[in-house]
């Protein structure tokens, strides 16, 4: 027995109908076909490629002075005094390490 994969509120949401998903004539493999299958990236190594860069571009840009993570242990009545300032504490807290030592 085939499970049914047409989801009709997928389909809505994308656009098309019971008679798009029906008119897509996909037979399945053969095994002679499935014998000469070869993985992508060796069967399209120049697109993978094209993909890679398009990836690595992806996102923010690397910073020069990147923040470094560090756990430092402090006074609960200091921590929860610069967590009532709101959001953003950590970086007022940079702020006053920074005019603390000069920098």
């Known amino acids: 027995m085939t499970k049914e994969i047409f989801d009709p509120d997928r ?3 994308k656009g098309y109908t019971r008679a798009d998903w029906d008119a897509v004539d996909s037979p ?12 992508f990236r060796k069967a399209h190594p120049e ?20 923040k470094v993570s560090i756990s430092a242990r402090l006074d609960a009545d200091l921590v929860a005094a610069l967590r ?9 807290v940079n702020a006053i390490l920074r005019e603390a030592l000069g920098l």
């Open 84 to 92: 009532a300032t709101g959001p953003g504490w950590q970086t007022r």
């Open 28 to 39: 399945e493999l053969t095994d002679e076909q499935l014998a000469t299958a070869r993985p």
């Open 47 to 66: 697109l993978l490629s094209g993909m890679q860069e398009e990836e690595a571009r992806r996102g923010r840009p690397p910073l020069e002075n990147p």
């Open 11 to 13: 389909a809505a949401e």
